[in-house]
């Protein structure tokens, strides 16, 4: 038996269906570490006296399950029952999320792992040991962005929507990968998993009513190496959910309506763009240079001076390449694509036709046999499947690389390369 503790950290609002699931997966962990499960189930108390009171007795039965759950090492914390609710504007799944690791981080060794997981994901039973094992196999390792993977579920608006959504993500993640972004991860709050250690120094999440995770993951890269590929998935439930305010649940609510606005298909071009940053901060840290990039950080930043004071305050190129990606984080990427997408105005069958005739020549006839004629509404559901698994492998191959390469040369992440 490991000396290590597993500590699941799991909010859970109107989970009462498929938390048992959760729950199920984790109880079949064939895992040589201690496995401790917290649970948070949570809701604003002002919902007790509106529309949401349904919500409210669904977490109550959630509650009741819990308490009489006795497979599992389970500590419940209710924020739920009548007079435990949220109250004003502290509330919403990031609160959550910081109230689990409140708890857990008090009682747990630096050394212990913590597994931020959804109430509504399943996972294989060696998923804690995968983990544990690509840990053991990465030492300087402080996180892991899990690979994941949307089961279809035999609905037609649900699986075109899950379908569209996750080429959304991989276009996205693929080509941050490709030009060596530190940043190249998807971050979803149930495949997320670190040191506790390394949770402390980040200071855990913060208590965002959304893309609590995404601020996390940014946080652990700034610390660390954060590993991108695990032998074990997990796999979220592709369901509606208007929970939170975008995410999986309201993208596939909205995608299923025809408004995809919010996650655009990117084009490639604009990473190059980025890339050819990257590729000229060793030029940046002696003069300026411009570029679209360029030019959208000096209207974020409100100024045309971005980098003497790094140049000030980092002597070598070495270190003002870490301060640059610091400073031009996740964050700034997003926002600067979704500046560019505008400007361009190229529709998202367009944008990843591009991609493909790019990059992957060899297959784009085979997805694009009529490109004039492709669109995400009239494609068939294999189609788009298969697109998606596409997708998906060319990540894999990238992420295997990147963590073997990061192994063999004991780099604690691209920060730092």
């Known amino acids: 038996m ?10 859970a609002m109107n ?73 004003d504007k502290k509330q919403g799944v990031g609160q959550a999320r910081k109230l689990l690791i409140n708890n ?41 962005a899990v690979p994941y993977y949307h089961r279809l579920i035999n609905s037609e608006s649900i ?23 530190p940043y190249a991860y998807t971050a979803l709050g ?49 369901r509606y959910s208007s929970r939170v305010p975008f995410g999986t649940g309201p993208a596939i609510e909205k995608g299923s309506l025809g408004d995809w606005k919010p996650y655009p298909i990117f084009d490639y071009s604009g990473f ?16 300026d240079i411009d570029n679209e990039f360029i030019t959208f950080l000096k209207n974020i930043f409100s100024t045309d001076d971005l980098w003497s004071a790094l140049r000030k305050n980092y002597k070598t190129i070495a270190s003002f390449t870490r ?6 984080d996740g964050l700034r990427i997003f926002q600067f694509l979704r500046h560019y997408q505008s400007i361009i105005k190229k529709n998202d069958e367009n944008c990843l036709s591009n991609f493909f ?22 494609a068939s559901i294999q189609q788009l499947d298969e697109l998606r698994n596409f997708l998906m492998k060319e990540e894999i191959i990238y992420q295997q690389a990147l963590d073997s390469n990061c192994k063999k040369n004991k780099k604690n992440n691209f920060l730092k390369q």
């Not at 490991?2 to 909010?11: E, G, V």
């Not at 301060?323 to 031009?328: E, G, I, L, Q, S």
């Open 15 to 87: 989970e009462r269906e498929f938390l048992p699931f959760t729950l199920d997966c984790i109880d079949k962990q064939q895992c040589t570490a201690n496995i401790k499960v917290y649970i948070c189930v949570n809701q604003p108390e002002s919902w007790w006296k509106n529309e949401q009171i349904e919500i409210c007795k669904n977490n109550q039965q959630t509650i009741e399950l819990l308490k009489n759950y006795a497979h599992l090492d389970i500590t419940l914390i209710d924020k739920s029952s009548k007079g435990n609710g949220w109250e």
């Open 357 to 378: 005739k790019r990059f992957y020549p060899h297959k784009h006839s085979y997805f694009f046999d009529n490109e004039e004629l492709f669109s995400f509404s009239s």
């Open 272 to 287: 190059d763009i980025i890339e050819e940053t990257y590729k000229n901060i060793h030029k940046l840290f002696y003069e």
């Open 323 to 328: 301060a640059f990606h610091n400073k031009v």
């Open 190 to 238: 149930s495949a997320i998993t670190c040191t506790t250690g390394a949770c402390k120094a980040v200071g855990g999440f913060d208590a965002y009513t959304s893309g609590e995770d995404f601020y996390f993951l940014q946080k652990l890269c700034k610390y660390g190496h954060i590993l991108r590929y695990n032998k074990s998935k997990v796999y979220p439930a592709a």
């Open 2 to 11: 490991s000396n290590k503790t597993i500590y699941f950290a799991i909010p």
């Open 159 to 181: 699986d075109r929507a899950i379908l569209r959504y996750e080429i959304y993500t991989r276009n996205y993640n693929l080509n941050l990968l490709r030009i060596r972004s």
């Open 104 to 144: 857990i981080l008090p009682i747990a060794s630096d050394k212990d792992i913590l597994i931020s997981m959804d109430a509504d994901t399943v996972f294989e039973p060696d998923y804690c040991q995968t983990i544990l094992d690509n840990f053991q196999t990465h030492k300087t390792a402080v996180g892991l």
